[in-house]
């Protein structure tokens, strides 16, 4: 059991507008974690935040909070291409480290960090939490328990955005596009349900566009799967597609509604029988994954069952060989 009594102090590197989410979950409803230290290049915006967040620490370089012996964890929130050269700094001042999605831009970097964590004795998770979420974890159970069979998956992740190059989500130099951006999403939610039905999933077929010219971004992505599931998954930073995920199998319609990637009504109709999963969330969603992380840093452990290393390394996987094979080599390359 952990210690229920003691918080783990967390740190936060790269302050920009996620960084205010999980700093509002992590001060205002997790149980097992608390905000000890932020960190920023320049002191004077770390300072701000940290008074924003009543936090005690406020560094003007992420090497001064590597340094601290105090912080255990660290919470990585800068643009992905950015993430490897972070995560490696912490993971070798001996942090425990989650890194926001995607965790990494291709896959040699999540194994090389992950062995690095190894060798450290610390815990390198990347920042999933969707399948964190009350909701989800039950109809994981739901479909398990009565041993369902799902053979079909549909999930899209979409926002019209007005192009501007300078906007990270069509910025190259920021290894901007669809895939990255919310595409990891749907992927992390596919692989997770073979996972949970023991489903071995097939290759995907792959189609990306650009919808502006010379903007060498993917804005829309289709990844489509075939087999024992069957799968849909689009993402797109042009579009407003349907926030509803739908999943089903014989006498199987299952419906996660309104922003599927927060989970929190689902509906289910099987054989017959109707019957809903109901878990409304009183804060950010954030709070989920940093208690969850929290708790397995308190009770000694490095890995997770649930943010599941394998399927980050399966999701990395599949994006970097789709976004090569598109044209987009290029959004793939950290940033160091």
């Not at 370089?61 to 919470?75: I, L, Q, R």
């Amino acid at each position: 059991m952990s210690d229920t009594q003691r918080k783990i102090k967390w740190g936060i590197a790269g302050l920009g507008n996620i960084a205010n989410r999980f700093a509002t979950a992590v001060t205002e409803h997790c149980l097992h974690g608390e905000l000890y230290a932020v960190a920023a290049r320049d002191h004077s915006r770390a300072a701000s935040f940290a008074n924003k967040f009543g936090c005690d620490k406020a560094y003007g370089s992420y090497e001064e909070m590597a340094n601290d012996p105090s912080v255990e964890a660290v919470y990585i929130a800068t643009v992905h291409p950015y993430h490897q050269p972070l995560a490696e700094l912490f993971l070798k001042n001996n942090k425990h480290v989650l890194v926001e999605k995607p965790a990494f831009t291709n896959l040699a970097d999540w194994l090389e960090m992950k062995a690095l964590a190894k060798q450290n004795g610390v815990m390198l998770l990347e920042a999933m939490k969707t399948v964190v979420f009350p909701a989800y974890r039950e109809l994981q159970s739901f479909l398990v328990d009565n041993n369902i069979q799902i053979d079909s998956i549909e999930a899209s992740f979409g926002n019209h955005h007005d192009y501007e190059p300078d906007l990270f989500i069509f910025n190259p130099d920021l290894s901007g596009g669809a895939t990255l951006d919310v595409g990891v999403y749907g992927l992390w939610f596919f692989y997770d349900l073979c996972r949970t039905l023991s489903v071995t999933p097939s290759k995907p077929q792959v189609k990306m566009s650009c919808l502006y010219e010379g903007a060498n971004v993917d804005t829309d992505a289709c990844f489509t799967f075939s087999g024992d599931m069957n799968g849909k998954i689009s993402a797109s930073t042009v579009q407003n597609l349907p926030r509803s995920a739908h999943l089903s199998g014989p006498e199987t319609k299952i419906t996660i509604h309104e922003k599927w990637w927060n989970p929190a009504f689902i509906e289910i109709e099987h054989q017959g029988q109707k019957s809903t999963i109901n878990k409304r969330v009183t804060g950010n969603g954030f709070e989920f994954e940093i208690d969850h992380f929290s708790d397995l840093v308190l009770q000694g452990k490095t890995e997770s069952n649930i943010l599941s290393s394998e399927i980050t390394s399966r999701v990395l996987d599949t994006m970097e060989k789709a976004l090569i094979d598109s044209g987009y080599p290029h959004l793939t390359q950290p940033r160091r």
